[in-house]
Antibody, heavy 115, light 113 residues
């Protein structure tokens, strides 16, 4: 059974940083693209970033380019999202998802950016 | 960027009756490889999203056969043949043909009358 468990969400001040993690199990992690998708409170879904199998290709939504970095550790079956220069509009539940087509999702981790 | 437009925003349905959700894209979703990368997701209240349909009409494992996807080009539909109480939630379409960025529709809320 595929399991994705996010962690690292917290309350952070504007301009601050946070690193999200996603622990994957139940599938061969190193053979799949992975994605981060977010959902602001009461809003719809927004794709944030994805990364290919070996980490050599990374793509981002324009609003986070230069501030967020997606990465992965295939030896540890883990996906990461380093978030810098956080803004209020980055407040959301962040989900990790297996594949570009988001075949499986974690339970999400809440990031709140507020002073 | 490809804009995905869903309608209606809200869909009150009687239990046991059919429901239909429309998703339109601002450009054709036919990829150069011949596939059409249009997916549907269900998000029940308080839960994470779950993929129901991939590449227009392929049901994911464990998805009841009352859910079906159809369409082509820029016009797509998710149908529920007979709505059950557990189908309440918000449904999203997402395109994966022209990316980045991957883009979602705004969502359709299905509720019981």
């Amino acid at each position: 059974e595929v399991q994705l468990v996010e962690s690292g969400g917290d309350l952070v001040q504007p301009g601050g940083s946070l690193r999200l993690s996603c622990a994957a199990s139940g599938f061969t992690f190193s053979t799949y693209w992975m994605s981060w998708v977010r959902q602001a409170p009461g809003k719809g879904l927004e794709w944030v970033a994805n990364i290919n199998q070996d980490g050599s290709a990374k793509y981002y939504v324009d609003s986070v380019k230069g501030r967020f970095t997606i990465s992965r550790d295939n030896a540890d079956n883990s996906l990461y999202l380093q978030m810098n220069s956080l803004r209020a509009e980055d407040s959301a539940v962040y989900y990790c998802a297996r594949e570009r087509a988001a075949a499986d999702w974690g339970q999400g981790t809440l990031v709140t950016v507020s002073s | 960027d490809v804009v995905m437009t869903q309608s209606p925003l809200s869909l009150p349905v009687t239990l046991g009756q059919p429901a239909s959700i429309s998703c339109r894209s601002s450009q054709s979703l036919v990829h150069s490889d011949g596939n059409t990368y249009l997916n549907w997701f269900q998000q029940r209240p308080g839960q994470s999203p779950r993929r129901l349909i991939y590449k227009v009409s392929n049901r994911d494992s464990g998805v009841p056969d009352r859910f079906s996807g159809s369409g082509s080009g820029t016009d797509f539909t998710l149908k529920i043949s007979r709505v059950e109480a557990e189908d309440v939630g918000v449904y999203y379409c997402m395109q994966g043909t022209h990316w980045p960025p991957l883009t979602f529709g705004g969502g359709t809320k299905v509720e019981i009358k």
